[in-house]
């Protein structure tokens, strides 16, 4: 929406769809109506103007009945009229009647109200007609001096914008704002002034920076900017100037305004590599993220300092800030904390490891006290997460921060709990000097234990990496406690009948451990008498499973007992110990089959369960040595090549990144020197400030650099026919939330179309920001036409519209072209991105909306197909490549990206190569794609059925 537009549709309440009034009742109200009356019928011309209606009748009576009059609406809406009304004759001669309009601004040029000759001054900055604006300058002119800052200011703009379109008009304006802006004290005028000054005569911009440069501290925020501003474009227009303005610089960053200070570290970085300029601009990123409130700007400077941290000489400044960049944590904000902590982990070394740690401690902890907020619980994972990955390439630390973590496995939030466990289960792995103490832990929280899977995970532990006698017994000890009397069945049955005394009802106590006449170890009661165990939540926690059908668990149980008994027998040499200890297990494991097959259970016991649980029961029976190795050796043997596995992809995946990060520069390059570059092509550059960041960072090639040209073109759209009237393409920018359509409109016949409108309509999540303004081309003429729209969420759009235009001299009705559509893809919004299996998993059984697309292609190669869509649909395969190895007839894949808007989007791939239709039969099989909108899983899917098929080069 236009100027004019805007202040139109603020003041105008007339409905755009009401039935519009003639000219003649309009120029009646024009003439003879009061000033109320007057006010709404130069509304409803201003509205029909813009609609594109024509009332060449009303100019002069507009002119000789309104425009005397002093009313404030009436001069706002005039300033409105004069804006759209056409000025010129067809031929293209200023109208006679526009002398007269000259006039009256000339004498609101003069006007005592500030506000009128202010408001004057910026209509004229619109002007596009020398000889109206020609008898104005020394009216103009005359503003610089007035006592007002708000005329003074808009003097300024408009002087500006003359000298900009119409040098002769004021040939010495440089000088003239240069002596202004040496005696004016407003803040807003000094900087319009010196705006101007870079513009158009950097030279006496310079000048005047330096008689100042000592007090730049002093200037208001909104000059400070600009002088920014300006000592960025002369450093690298100059580079000898650098240490002139340096300084100036570095006091910048001590400025109250955090605009300010963000823009002066953003240009001290492309000056200066030295590390102290590389540490004052991130210790002024840092200050700006605690200190600003909004989290997106907190998000944005993050991101300022990870690009800082991708040159390879930066790191090692940005190492020494970790503390400092710790003090973000205490943002509320999940996505923050996020950044935050993988900023931390990829800046830890070994020197700030251990302090690293303290804090990520204190931050577990201070987790564990505050509940109320709804992201707690995530972002106590991400501290164990980044823990984990401390521990994991400090092993030294590991010992710090086992014992905080390993409290968190009976936390309620299973996610938490289940990475403490992964992380456990892989220090024990790995640190043999540790185990002691992560069985001893264990077996401390192993009671309080609430998630039957984090159980599972804790018994597989123990089972696995017990290997004293002592430990055995404990674990033994701690599984009779949690299971409670036994037989399970019979206990129950007492108790439902209520035949058990209440000294005989049990409830969880201390356990002790006892020696029996036989030499073994016994629980004297893994439960105590002090209160009733009537109510399920009194329930030992693994009897609790069981008898809500859980018997998955019992499955795992039975393994544990299995290996421990095994080992026990190993290390005990006495038959009857080792008997008395087998048989103990044993009846644990028939006392759950009996329970499993009886009434009791929500659910009853699985086939699968019953058949590990009896093949459980016979290799303890039978103790042979070829099953004492597969139970006691060839489980770890499993975990130790996951492992490996695992770490040879993270170390894989840091090695292409760390590929990426590294500027290559081939021998024969060659060299750019920033003096020899010509003018012409230094203003040629797109964003030179972004392009020499790009470089402060290390990425010295854009994705375009190697064929811009190329580029561009890909993203051009014809929108109308050859052999229409007017011919129109568009340059479709996608920039995030932004779509920038410039659109090149060519008059391609002999008449002047007058009126000339692009009118767009969008459908999908977009939205029109602006409806662009009306234009005049002359025969054989064009003009490019800029529409902004914006994109709110992850889905394909589809932009349409048409031109219309009114022939100069013709009688008949507007003329209308239709354009193509624009169709706004998918993938210029989704970005390749990683998550957790166990996330993965999450969001699958979460999110609600699923496609599910046939493939239907022309690949032969199951893998050639997984990679196609992979590029097709910029996903990331979560599937080791190594699980993908090897060919046997079927592949089941993963897939994982995320849209800059937050949306995540997950994808199944299953398919198969159908080996009974022959070797060249195409690949066959489903794509299931789950999005938590309903936009987002179509888009996905139509994007999977339009790329399906491989072209044929």
């Not at 050639?864 to 090897?886: D, F, R, V, W």
Request: aromatic share 6%; hydrophobic share 40%; with cysteine.
């Amino acid at each position: 929406m236009t100027a004019a537009e805007n202040v139109c549709y603020t003041l105008i309440n007339v409905p755009m769809d009401s039935e519009p009034p003639s000219e003649i009742s309009l120029k009646n109200d024009l003439e003879k109506g009061d000033v109320k009356l007057k006010t709404e019928a130069l509304k409803k011309v201003i509205i029909m103007i813009l609609n594109g209606e024509k009332l060449p009748g009303l100019l002069m009576t507009i002119i000789r009945f309104v425009l005397p009059l002093q009313d404030h609406t009436i001069k706002k809406l005039l300033l409105v009229f004069w804006e759209i009304v056409p000025k010129t004759t067809p031929d293209g001669r200023l109208l006679q009647e526009m002398i007269l309009v000259c006039d009256a601004y000339r004498k609101d040029l003069q006007h005592p109200n500030e506000f009128i000759r202010g408001s004057t001054l910026r209509f004229l900055c619109k002007l596009k007609e020398a000889e109206l604006l020609e008898p104005l300058m020394p009216a103009i002119r005359a503003c610089l001096e007035h006592r007002h800052s708000y005329v003074r200011r808009n003097a300024v703009l408009a002087i500006y914008t003359i000298y900009r379109n119409f040098e002769h008009l004021i040939p010495d304006a440089p000088e003239l704002i240069h002596d202004f802006l040496v005696n004016e004290k407003d803040a807003s005028c000094k900087r319009n002034a010196f705006m101007m000054l870079i513009h158009a005569d950097q030279d006496r911009a310079l000048d005047y920076l330096s008689t100042c440069i000592d007090q730049v501290q002093t200037f208001g925020d909104i000059l400070q900017l600009v002088i920014v501003e300006l000592i960025y474009k002369v450093c690298h227009a100059n580079p000898s100037e650098r240490a002139r303005f340096i300084r100036c610089i570095y006091n910048l960053l001590q400025s109250s305004s955090p605009a300010v200070k963000y823009e002066a570290a953003g240009t001290l970085v492309t000056l200066s590599s030295a590390p102290t300029a590389i540490k004052a601009a991130a210790q002024c990123y840092i200050d700006l993220i605690i200190k600003e409130s909004d989290n997106n700007v907190k998000l944005i400077v993050l991101d300022r300092l990870i690009e800082l941290k991708e040159h390879p000489s930066h790191e090692r400044v940005l190492q020494d800030l970790v503390m400092d960049i710790l003090r973000v944590l205490s943002t509320p904000d999940l996505e923050v904390r996020k950044k935050t902590l993988q900023l931390a982990l990829d800046l830890v070394s070994s020197r700030n490891v251990e302090e690293l740690v303290i804090v990520l401690k204190k931050e577990v902890i201070k987790t564990n006290n505050v509940t109320e907020h709804e992201d707690t619980d995530k972002y106590r994972q991400l501290l164990v997460r980044t823990l984990h990955s401390c521990s994991v390439r400090f092993p030294d630390m590991a010992a710090n921060v086992i014992p905080v973590l390993m409290e968190f496995l009976s936390d309620n939030n299973e996610a938490a709990a289940a990475d403490v466990l992964e992380f456990v289960r892989e220090a024990i792995q790995r640190f043999d000097n540790l185990r002691p103490l992560i069985v001893e832990k264990m077996l401390e929280v192993f009671h309080a234990i609430k998630s039957v899977k984090i159980y599972r995970g804790a018994l597989w532990i123990l089972g696995e990496y017990c290997s004293t006698k002592d430990d055995i017994q404990s674990v033994m000890t701690e599984v009779r406690r949690s299971l409670g009397e036994i037989p399970i069945v019979e206990s129950e049955i007492k108790k439902e009948a209520g035949e058990l005394k209440p000294e005989e009802e049990v409830t969880v106590g201390p356990a002790q451990k006892l020696v029996t006449e036989m030499g073994t170890y016994a629980t004297q009661s893994a439960l105590s008498s002090s209160r009733p165990a009537k109510k399920e939540e009194d329930r030992p926690p693994l009897r609790g499973f069981l008898l809500d059908g859980d018997f998955f668990v019992a499955a795992s149980l039975a393994t544990t007992l299995t290996k421990i008994a095994l080992r026990y027998v190993s290390l005990v040499q006495e038959k009857k110990r080792q008997n008395s200890f087998i048989a103990e297990a044993m009846l644990l494991m028939a006392t759950i089959l009996h329970l499993g097959k009886s009434s009791l259970p929500k659910k009853p016991i699985t086939d699968d369960d019953v058949d590990r649980i009896s093949l459980c029961l016979k290799v303890l029976s039978e103790c042979s040595p070829l099953m004492n190795d597969i139970f006691n050796k060839e489980c770890r043997q499993s975990l130790s090549q996951m492992l490996s596995a695992k770490l040879e992809e993270e170390k894989l995946s840091q090695k292409k990144e760390s590929e990426k990060r590294n500027v290559t520069v081939q021998p024969d390059d060659p060299i750019s020197f920033m003096q020899l570059t010509a003018k012409n092509e230094m203003s040629s550059k797109e964003d030179q400030f972004q392009l020499s960041l790009l470089a402060a960072m290390g990425n010295t090639q854009r994705k375009e650099a190697a064929d811009p040209l190329a580029s561009k073109l890909n993203k051009v759209t014809q929108l109308t026919g050859f052999s229409d009237p007017v011919y129109a393409e568009a340059y479709v920018h996608v920039n995030q939330y932004d779509i920038v359509l410039d659109v090149l409109v060519v008059n391609q016949t002999s008449d002047t179309l007058q009126n000339c409108t692009l009118e767009l309509a969008t459908l999908g999540d977009l939205k029109l920001v602006e409806k662009p303004s009306p234009l005049t081309l002359a025969p054989h003429d064009f003009a490019n036409i800029k529409a902004n729209v914006k994109v709110a969420s992850t889905e394909n759009g589809i932009i349409f519209g048409n031109i219309v235009y009114d022939v100069s001299g013709a009688a008949s009705d507007r003329n209308c072209v239709v354009l193509s559509d624009i169709h706004i893809d998918i993938m210029d919004y989704i970005q390749p991105a990683s998550c957790t299996d166990a996330e993965f998993r999450q969001m699958w059984a979460e999110f609600e909306w699923e496609n599910k697309v046939t493939v239907n292609t022309n690949i032969i190669d199951l893998n050639e197909y997984l990679q196609h869509i992979l590029k097709s649909t910029n996903m990331k395969c979560l599937t080791p490549e190594k699980a993908l190895s090897g060919y046997c007839g079927f592949m089941a894949a993963n897939l994982y990206a995320r849209s800059i808007f937050g949306e995540d989007a997950l994808a199944n791939v299953s398919i198969e190569k159908p080996i009974h239709l022959g070797p060249d039969a195409p690949v066959t099989g489903h794509i299931r794609i789950r999005a938590k909108s309903q936009g987002m899983a179509l888009s996905l899917g139509d994007k999977i059925n339009l790329s399906q098929k491989k072209t044929s080069l």
